[in-house]
């Protein structure tokens, strides 16, 4: 449906702080961030590259994605391209690095791996994080969320449909 990219933007960034409230550590202090930096060079362990103008420089990445309640926190962070970081969205991190890194992918696999072990992170979950009271309101949230969605889809459709009928 052309001009709904708004939409993927709202429905990422709701979706997101929808998960924040079961994974609410999404700030890293500049020291761990620093301490990630340097246990990989400064380079993105996707494609091996520095920072650049054209990669759009070295950002922090959650292994686990947020929208599976990952957070940023040592064991769950390495640097990333944006340009990887946008590419891999969602997507299981060994096997995109399989596809991206030029050189040794399992060598840079076993990096990351070490990377875990020595700050060993355990994920979130719906029923760790919340009461079964607060699980009720949060998934009563979510599809509420999902219902307002659709109705904001349905009526771009409508208008566009309207705004098209009448040229």
Not at 39 to 63: K, Q, W, Y
Not at 115 to 139: D, F, M, N, V
Request: net charge positive; charged share 25%; proline share 5%.
């Amino acid at each position: 449906m052309p001009g709904t990219k708004h939409f993927t933007r709202m429905q990422y960034n709701v979706s997101r702080g929808l998960r924040e409230i079961i994974a609410p550590r999404q700030t890293m202090s500049k020291a761990d961030w620093a301490r990630v930096l340097h246990e990989f060079g400064g380079m993105c362990i996707f494609c091996g590259s520095e920072g650049t103008a054209a990669n759009r420089g070295i950002v922090p990445d959650h292994l686990i994605p947020v929208t599976q309640f990952g957070e940023l926190v040592l064991g769950n962070t390495v640097p990333a391209c944006q340009t990887c970081n946008d590419s891999r969205g969602e997507k299981a991190w060994r096997p995109f690095l399989r596809t991206r890194f030029p050189g040794d992918a399992d060598a840079q696999i076993a990096s990351v791996e070490r990377h875990l072990a020595k700050h060993q992170y355990h994920p979130a979950s719906l029923e760790g994080a919340l009461s079964a009271e607060e699980r009720e309101t949060y998934l009563a949230l979510v599809e509420e969320w999902e219902i307002m969605l659709a109705k904001a889809k349905a009526l771009h459709s409508a208008a566009e449909r309207r705004r098209k009928s009448a040229a």
